[in-house]
Every structure is written in structure tokens, then in C-alpha cells.
């Protein structure tokens, strides 16, 4: 039975549809920072042959590079500039390839300096004076601003257990130049999570309402042991979430990096001094490679789409009808980012009201950061909710065994 619920799914020209879609927008999202790509690959082609620590051996040898590039470029353009940087200050119409070879020396010129600065950067970020930015922003006055205050020594203390690591000692792609964190997690990832809950609403929807809308209940439902059979649409729109995401995520992630080469990176800190960009600081509570930043990131978005599912799904059997069911779940999905306007800023409600699948998915390119709300954030908020989809789902299943659909 579960086998033809899913054919009923994978034979939709709907899904297909979709997935088509999303993987066009995708790649458009993907390209926004496909101007940095050549910049990007000085990196990867550095990180190739040099360990990805910051150390005096890797100092020395991008050193040497710059003041190589520099004097290649200064030869092509018959200059005597002493930096990329006073060639770019003056303002001058030189050739196109002139000035591309001196944006690679500036490239070379922004690591160096960022690197050999490495310890005094890191130490320059005042988490306790962001705390005090946030609670100004946000006019949290009492308990709340006490919390946050709290929660801006913990960062503090994170900052300086990293400096004591020096695992923000290694390259990674400069965030200030291009800003590959929030491009990846924050629109390209965060897109997909998006995208999912599309598919799982729509999917869990099409399920549960099928019979409904076919005007087949009274053959199917007819008995107990066919009202059983909502139990096997959940597995089964639980087991087109994998398959659907998967997918999705597998397009997502391989046109990804195959555009943009992360090579010689993939077991840099995501402490490393180069992720912060120019308005934000990026840096985890806990001393993960890129890799398994990313496999928790990812992870994170399938215990959210199993959250999505359980939702629809309750609001699906009460329901009884797939057209109403995505309209439901986007009321809700809007109630919940919009219930901390009625909380007090002065009180500690306010971040529990943050504490939602929606919340969660908005903030993506923050999951585990020393900016997030709090420590544990991601995995409180999934268990909570996990639950409550898991317990609002069994109510609405039982309840649907005995009701009359007469």
C-alpha cells in the first residue's frame, strides 16, 4: 500500500513540475555570485598546495605570491606601484586586463593582511557590545534584556575559547569579499528549505484528501481497518520527504560546488576569521569543520521538513481537503512569526515565541552561531515541535478512526 501511495506521487506531473522549477531558480540564486568565482579560485588554488592553517609557512608562501603578482602586474602596465590597493587609488583608465591583474594581487593583498592579523581581528569582536546593539534595536528593557545580556557573555566567552583554540587560524573564502556564508546558507540552502515545505504541504495534502476529492471515502473508509489507512499516507509522505529532498538537495548542492570549487576547504574551521562578512560575524559554538557544518545544516533541514510534514498531516485529516490544507499551513506559518508582537519586550516570552519551525528557517544562515538566541537553539526548537507534530498527528488520526464522514 505504501508503494502505490508513493506512485501516486512520483507519477505527478505536479512534483515534476516543481522540482523543475526550483532547480531553475535555484541556479539562478547559485549564479548572484558567480562574478566572485575567479576570485574565489586564487583561494582554492593556494589551499591546494598549502595547509589551510594559517601558519608562518603559509604566510611566507602568500607572501611571495603577492609580491610576485605584483611585480608581474606593475611589468604589464609599465608601473611602479608599490600595493594593488594605491594602484586602485588612483583612479586611472588602465586596460581591462591591466586592472585584472592587479585585482588578483588585491585579492592576494586583503588574505595576507587579514591572516597575519589573524588574533588581534578575532579579539577586536565585542559580542557583549553587539548584546547591547540588539537589546537597543529591539527596546528589550527587564528580564529580556538581562537574558540577552546573559547570553552576550556566553558569546564573549566563545570568542575568547576560539582565540585560545586558534582554530580561527585557518583560510577560508573572505567574507567580506564574498560573502560565500550568506550566499550558501542564507539563500541558496534556505531557498531549498522553502521549497521543501512546499513539496511536503502539497504532497501530504494530496495524500490524505486524495480519496475526499476522488468522492471515494465511502468504498476506502468504509471499515476500521481502511480508516488504517491514513496511518500509511504519514509513512508514506514521510518517506516522499526523503526521497523529494534528497533530490532536491543533491541538484542544489552539486551544481553548487562544482560552479564554485571548494577545494583544499573542506576541513577549514568555522571559527576561521575569514567568514565574517561586512555586517555580520560568523563563528559556531562549537569547533566544526565546513563539512560538518554543512551535514548539520543539512540534517537540521530534514528534522524541519519532518516537522512540516507532521503539521500538514494533522491539519490534512481534520480537514479533509487538499486545497484548504495550504492555505491553513500559511496562516499558521504567519500566526507564528507574528506572535511576538503581542509579547512585551520586557519579557523572557518574547524569545520563546522565536522558538518555531518558521523562526528557524528564517534565521538559517545563523544555525549553531555565537549570534544565534541562544545555545541549543535548533535542537530545543526541533525537539518541541517534533513533539508537538507527533502528538497533534496522533490526535488527529485517532480521531479520524472514529468520526463519521458520512
Do not use: C
Not at 546573559?150 to 582565540?163: F, S, W
Not at 519586550?345 to 544565534?372: C, D, E, I
Amino acid at each position: 500500500m505504501i508503494k502505490y501511495e508513493l506512485r501516486k506521487i512520483y507519477k505527478s506531473p505536479v512534483v515534476w513540475g516543481l522540482m523543475v522549477v526550483f532547480t531553475l531558480f535555484n541556479g539562478l540564486l547559485i549564479a548572484q555570485n558567480f562574478t566572485q568565482r575567479q576570485s574565489m579560485s586564487q583561494l582554492t588554488d593556494f589551499t591546494a598546495n598549502e595547509n589551510v592553517q594559517i601558519n608562518e609557512e603559509s604566510l611566507s608562501s602568500l607572501y611571495q605570491m603577492k609580491v610576485e603578482g605584483l611585480a608581474a602586474a606593475n611589468e604589464r602596465a609599465g608601473t611602479e606601484f608599490e600595493s594593488a590597493g594605491e594602484f586602485f587609488a588612483q583612479r586611472r583608465d588602465y586596460p581591462n586586463e591591466v586592472r585584472a591583474a592587479f585585482a588578483e594581487v588585491l585579492t592576494l593583498e586583503i588574505y595576507y593582511d587579514v591572516a597575519r592579523n589573524a588574533d588581534e581581528i578575532m579579539a577586536g569582536n565585542d559580542m557583549v557590545a553587539f548584546t547591547e546593539q540588539q537589546i537597543a534595536m529591539i527596546g528589550a528593557t527587564g528580564e529580556l534584556a538581562d537574558t540577552l545580556r546573559a547570553q552576550g557573555l556566553v558569546a564573549q566567552a566563545r570568542i575568547a575559547e576560539i582565540l585560545g583554540s586558534g582554530t580561527h587560524r585557518d583560510f577560508f573564502f573572505d567574507g567580506v569579499m564574498h560573502a560565500t556564508h550568506s550566499h550558501l546558507f542564507g539563500t541558496v540552502l534556505r531557498a531549498a528549505a522553502f521549497e521543501s515545505m512546499i513539496f511536503m504541504v502539497l504532497v501530504t495534502a494530496f495524500l490524505i484528501g486524495y480519496e475526499f476529492d476522488a468522492k471515494t471515502v465511502s468504498v476506502v473508509y468504509s471499515t476500521k481497518t481502511g480508516r488504517k489507512l491514513q496511518g500509511k499516507k504519514l509513512v508514506s509522505a514521510l518517506l516522499a520527504m526523503l526521497g523529494l529532498t534528497t533530490l532536491l538537495i543533491a541538484i542544489i548542492l552539486g551544481i553548487y560546488f562544482t560552479v564554485y570549487n571548494h577545494s583544499g576547504l573542506w576541513g577549514a574551521s568555522m571559527t576561521s576569521i575569514f567568514l565574517s562578512e561586512f555586517d555580520a560575524f560568523y563563528a559556531t559554538f562549537w569547533d566544526w569543520t565546513f563539512l560538518q557544518y554543512l551535514l548539520a545544516v543539512v540534517g537540521t533541514l530534514f528534522v524541519l521538513q519532518t516537522v512540516f510534514v507532521l503539521l500538514a498531516f494533522g491539519l490534512s485529516a481534520i480537514t479533509r481537503n487538499s486545497f484548504l490544507v495550504p492555505i491553513l499551513f500559511a496562516l499558521l506559518f504567519g500566526g507564528l512569526l507574528l506572535t511576538g508582537t503581542f509579547i512585551s519586550a520586557g519579557s523572557n516570552w518574547l524569545l520563546y515565541t522565536m522558538m518555531t519551525p518558521a523562526h528557524l528557517l528564517l534565521r538559517f544562515k545563523n544555525l549553531f552561531m555565537v549570534t544565534q538566541l541562544f545555545p541549543f537553539y535548533e535542537v530545543s526548537t526541533l525537539l518541541i515541535w517534533l513533539g508537538f507534530g507527533t502528538v497533534s498527528s496522533a490526535v488527529a488520526y485517532k480521531k479520524f478512526l472514529k468520526e463519521d464522514l458520512a
